[in-house]
């Protein structure tokens, strides 16, 4: 899988991209994150990628043509490695769809992601109406630009890659994974300081302890997120 991540700051991104599970799955050959300095296509001398919105007000504004630019040149760079071309360019913006597990777990299955990072007030509504895809926001606030939560999603899809993480079981039992939350999990000591590990979790009986991890993520979505639940299950309040 591919993922072409253009933004103005790419010095904000490096780091996240080169440790931990990142880094491992590009040095395995599963993903490819390439990182594109959208300033290396401003099309005059001091590299201006923004500027003011028609009609006034405050903050500026990424402009169409650098971006388009950038765009265009992924488009023909996959067309002479004879492949098809992006299949989705993503915009991160805090009016946009949330992302979810399910919304991660579509975009596993795509072969090549072009992600743009919004900044300053946004970007030109061309770009939006004529090249983008899909639309998201990691929640319901404002953050500097889009590099962040383009980072989050990158993470969020990458690690339900075949072979990135080393135990497919762990993917598959983390929270939002089946709709509930994920259980509490304990190591070693089996008592800190007065706080033993349930009696169960040292049983050795599976079933017993599949049983009581249902359990524990049923109760806790209950409590924080009855809004995952079907009615059914939801708690009753007087």
């Known amino acids: 899988m591919r993922f072409d991540l253009i933004t103005a700051l790419p010095g904000l991104v490096a780091s996240p991209l080169a440790h931990s ?66 299949d989705a360019f993503v915009y991160l913006t805090p ?29 030109d509504q061309r770009v939006r109406d004529a090249l983008i895809t899909h639309e998201l926001s990691i929640g319901d606030y404002v953050l500097s630009g889009g590099e962040l ?13 075949p072979g990135v993480l080393g135990d497919a079981e762990s993917a598959l039992s983390d929270s939002f994974m089946d709709g509930l939350l994920d259980a509490p999990a304990y190591t070693r000591p089996a008592d800190f300081r007065g706080m033993p590990v349930p009696e169960v979790l040292l049983s050795g009986n599976h079933t017993k302890i599949a049983e009581w991890r249902d359990d524990e993520r049923l109760q806790k979505t209950r409590l924080r997120r009855p809004d995952l639940l079907d009615p059914s299950q939801r708690p009753s309040h007087p």
């Open 21 to 86: 599970i990142l880094q491992r799955a590009q040095t395995k050959g599963l993903v490819e994150v390439q990182v594109h300095d959208l300033r290396d296509y401003a099309t005059d001398k001091h590299r201006q990628v923004d500027d003011y919105p028609f009609g006034g007000g405050a903050g500026m504004v990424l402009k169409a043509e650098p971006i388009f630019a950038c765009y265009e040149r992924l488009v023909d760079e996959a067309r002479a490695r004879g492949e098809a071309g992006p």
């Open 95 to 123: 009016d946009g769809t949330t992302l979810t597990q399910d919304i991660a777990s579509g975009f596993s299955l795509r072969r090549h992601v072009v992600l743009l990072a919004g900044h300053y007030k946004g970007v």
């Open 149 to 161: 939560p383009a980072l989050v999603l990158i993470d969020a899809v990458v690690r339900l890659l």
